[in-house]
């Protein structure tokens, strides 16, 4: 009886040890397992949290319709820009986003069309740009008033219908108030437009809210808040003195002073002439970067200036680098692309890319003749 009872002890003591055992082994895999689990999530985690991310910019210069190209693109259901600007598809496709001076207003035919010194686009221009690749118009310019409130209200509906950004010219103090912050590839881009004036059109009474003009002491407070809410701050400011080909000194002190208040990119129009690019050393060690004039990219200017047919596009390339809590966004580098504005009998218009344009009423000009005035020494 004390056999069987100790053999049915030892067998009970024998299997509980196996099943000590066998618990004692299967916590550690567990356990290891888990460990395993966790330091997987936790390197994945914090890989989805850092990043980089690269995006090209780009402006060009003066959309400025006088009667003379409104005209070449007329058909019988209207008008068609689109052969105009062809050429340069290619280019104007390449970055990510493109931002063009929209100068003379498009107020569309019900409005009466009219060329200088009082402008009136159709509206069919804006349907070629975005065809082209354009994918914002800054409208703050001197002939912003040309046609009233009725001209910019008009513009901007069209605008709206197309679903293309724009700012400069505003229909409602709300509308002016909302910053224009643009997603590029994970890089946010506030974009602020201002001019010096408005050819001496006054603005319709207790109605300021329609128009961006150059106001330092506001355009600081609007950089300041642009810089609370996106990575990179650019202004289009209209500014300096027709068909000059260096910048004056007013133009070169806005500039410093808005770098300083926080802007980083500056695309200068109304020259109606290419004026240089300088790179701006800020206080706090970053640099920003100017075009001082875009100059004319399609216009029907019939001025003795030869230089008012050249313009061009201008390429900045972003770098944003951090993690969802902290983040860098840097100007990696820039680079211009001249074009050629042909108008050889004054009446077929068309934009090509300077080094083509031989053939096209261009003379004793090269691409890298142009490229080595623009780009900083």
Known sequence: MKNKISFITISILSLLIFVSIGLLIYKNSTSSAYKMTWHSQSTFAHE?????????????????????????????????????????????????????NQESIPGGSALGLSSYPSFNSPHEIIDALM??????????NNHM?????????????????????YTGTFKSPEDKKTIRIMNVKGIQIAVLAYSYGT?????????????????PKQMEKDIKEAKEKADIVLLA????????????????????????????????????VLQPIEWIDKADGTKGVVIYSLGNFLSGQNTENVYKDLGGMFEVTLKKKGSDSKSNTTIENIDFHPTFNASKQASTY????????????????????????????
């Open 48 to 100: 989805a949290k850092q990043y980089e991310t690269e995006a090209v910019i780009a402006g060009i210069g003066d959309i400025l319709i006088h009667d003379r190209v409104y005209n070449d693109a007329k058909t019988n259901n209207g008008y068609n820009f689109e052969p105009i600007l062809k050429p340069v598809y290619s280019l104007l496709q390449k970055p990510d986003f493109l931002i063009a």
């Open 131 to 140: 065809e082209a690749g354009v994918d914002m118009v800054t409208t703050a």
């Open 145 to 165: 008033l040309d046609k009233g409130e009725k001209g910019i209200l008009s513009a901007i509906d069209y605008y709206e219908q197309k679903k293309l950004p």
């Open 199 to 215: 050819n001496g059109v006054p603005i319709p009474e207790g109605k300021d809210y329609l128009v961006s003009l150059i106001d």
């Open 237 to 272: 400011l209209h500014w300096g003195k027709e068909y000059e080909r260096e910048p004056n000194q007013t133009q070169k002190q806005l500039a410093h002073q808005m770098m300083e208040a926080g802007a980083d990119i500056i695309f200068g129009s109304h020259p109606h």
């Open 350 to 377: 068309r934009v090509y890319p300077l080094d083509n344009a031989n053939e096209k009423g261009l003379t004793n000009r090269t691409g890298n003749e142009i490229k080595q005035f623009m780009l900083p020494k």
